[in-house]
């Protein structure tokens, strides 16, 4: 028997609409009425959006031709623990910054070693830029985006010392903006693990003491989903 203890719920998802950040070239978010209660005597409406719009998780066919769609993610694993590294400082300075191991090693130093089968949630600030797409996608005049990531050596630092479940972050990409090699997302997804981005709310919750529960909508041969992630605390 598993229990799990907690006194708060924070709810990390972002609220869907049409004018949310999308990535570019991502189709718009469409909400279209098709009953109503003057003809139909019920409300009723379609949506439409992308798989990696509003608070979304990756899974590994969004990276690898053979990957694991997100349909296949199983209940028992959708909970599991999680951390929050808090870099804000380091993002207001600098866009382009990234996680390092140093900022690992100076959390793990206040706090405990990262738990393995860990989510890392990676709070950089980025989240109160939501109500402003241009601010929060940060493209400069080539269409580049500059926003906070996960460093490659921290992500390997992660996931072979650390073996975490995967990662999660405030931004549009737990890849630095400016990286388009997605280093942290095919590290992660490679054994099938957990890629959250455009999470929100990570001021409320604490460094540790986290249980992420993830809501998956099951596309069938999904690249990715949108998702509710709630944090009991």
Not at 90 to 117: C, F, G, Y
Not at 131 to 159: C, S
Request: glycine share 10%.
């Amino acid at each position: 028997m598993k229990t799990i203890n907690y006194s708060r719920i924070i709810d990390l998802s972002h609220k869907i609409h049409p004018n949310i950040p999308l990535w570019p070239g991502d189709p718009a978010v469409q909400f279209e009425t098709v009953a109503d209660f003057s003809t139909s005597g019920y409300y009723l409406r379609q949506f439409s959006m992308g798989e990696h719009s509003g608070t979304h998780l990756n899974s590994p066919q969004s990276f690898y031709p053979a990957g694991m769609g997100v349909e296949h993610y199983s209940p028992e694993s959708c909970i599991l623990p999680a951390v929050v590294i808090d870099i804000r400082e380091k993002a207001i300075l600098n866009p382009d910054s990234i996680l390092t191991v140093n900022d690992i090693e100076r959390w793990e130093s206040q706090h405990h070693l990262i738990p393995e089968n860990s989510i890392v949630l990676l709070y950089t600030g980025w989240q109160e830029k939501w109500h402003d797409p241009a601010a929060f996608l940060n493209l400069d005049e080539q269409g580049k985006p500059h926003f906070p990531g996960f460093g490659g050596e921290a992500i390997q630092f992660l996931t072979q010392q650390r073996k975490i479940r995967g990662v999660g972050i405030d931004s549009h990409g737990v890849d630095p903006g400016f990286d388009d090699s997605f280093t942290t997302n095919k590290l992660i997804l490679k054994n099938n693990g957990f890629v959250l981005e455009n999470l929100t709310n990570l001021n409320q919750i604490p460094p540790t003491g986290i249980t992420l529960i993830l809501g998956i909508i099951k596309l069938t041969g999904g690249s990715g989903s949108p998702i509710s992630v709630l944090a009991l605390i």
